[in-house]
């Protein structure tokens, strides 16, 4: 990939998360998940505890390199899907807010501290925070119109929100890169800090 490309995929992504409105949170409103592909496509894309969460998998994913810029994106949904089955069946999971908020915290100090553990750990601790976020959506999925169109709207628009992730990490390749990258991991931090702290 050339850095033209690059940087057109970091900007276009950008532009397209600074285009919808992130205030509401994707948790927030279950009369608001009536329909299909489209609402199951926005619904991430809505939810700013989302938003921060899937962009930090992309960004630590990009910022630790191959394989785990693909697997982390990966481990995610799949574990995301286990969780969201749990809700559906309805079984109870504690904390669940409190959990994806720390899932912003966690992987935006990952990102902004440049960690490098092992794969297993970096997948591991993807894989719990998907969990609560998988268990959040599927407590409300059968409140969809369409509940498998619905999902599959959810996990593109989640992809997206990772490719996101990945093509702002791919910044670390110009000199001044890996500072925008630690940078985009401290904000996730804050916002993170934000919904744990019910500030926001």
């Known amino acids: 990939m050339n850095?033209?490309?690059i940087i057109t995929m970091?900007?276009?992504?950008?532009?397209?998360?600074l285009v919808f409105p992130t205030s509401a949170l994707a948790h927030a409103d279950a009369s608001s998940l009536q329909g299909g592909f489209m609402a199951g496509f926005m619904h991430p894309i809505l939810g700013l505890d989302h938003v921060v969460a899937m962009v930090a998998v992309g960004l630590w994913g990009a910022f630790l390199g191959?394989?785990?810029i693909w697997i982390l994106p990966v481990v995610f949904?799949?574990?995301?899907a286990l969780g969201g089955a749990l809700g559906v069946a309805g079984v109870p999971i504690p904390y669940i807010e409190t959990g994806i908020a720390l899932s912003g915290v966690v992987l935006g100090l990952a990102?902004?501290?440049?960690?490098?553990?092992?794969?297993?750990i970096a997948a591991i601790l993807v894989g719990i925070f998907a969990i609560f976020h998988g268990h959040a959506?599927?407590?409300?999925?059968?409140?969809?119109?369409?509940?498998?169109i619905y999902s599959a709207g959810f996990v593109i628009g989640t992809g997206l929100l990772?490719?996101?992730g990945i093509a702002l990490g791919e910044l670390k390749h110009f000199p001044w890169g890996e500072w925008v990258v630690r940078a985009g991991g401290a904000i996730i931090v804050m916002i993170?800090?934000?919904?744990?702290?019910?500030?926001?």
């Not at 990102?111 to 297993?120: D, E, G, S, T």
């Not at 993170?192 to 926001?200: D, I, P, R, W």
């Open 192 to 200: 993170g800090l934000g919904f744990l702290t019910h500030v926001l």
């Open 162 to 164: 990772h490719l996101a």
């Open 66 to 68: 191959k394989p785990a």
């Open 10 to 17: 970091s900007v276009t992504s950008l532009l397209l998360l």
């Open 111 to 120: 990102v902004l501290f440049a960690l490098r553990p092992p794969l297993w």
């Open 3 to 5: 850095t033209k490309s």
């Open 77 to 80: 949904p799949l574990v995301m």
């Open 137 to 148: 959506h599927g407590t409300e999925l059968p409140n969809a119109t369409n509940p498998l």
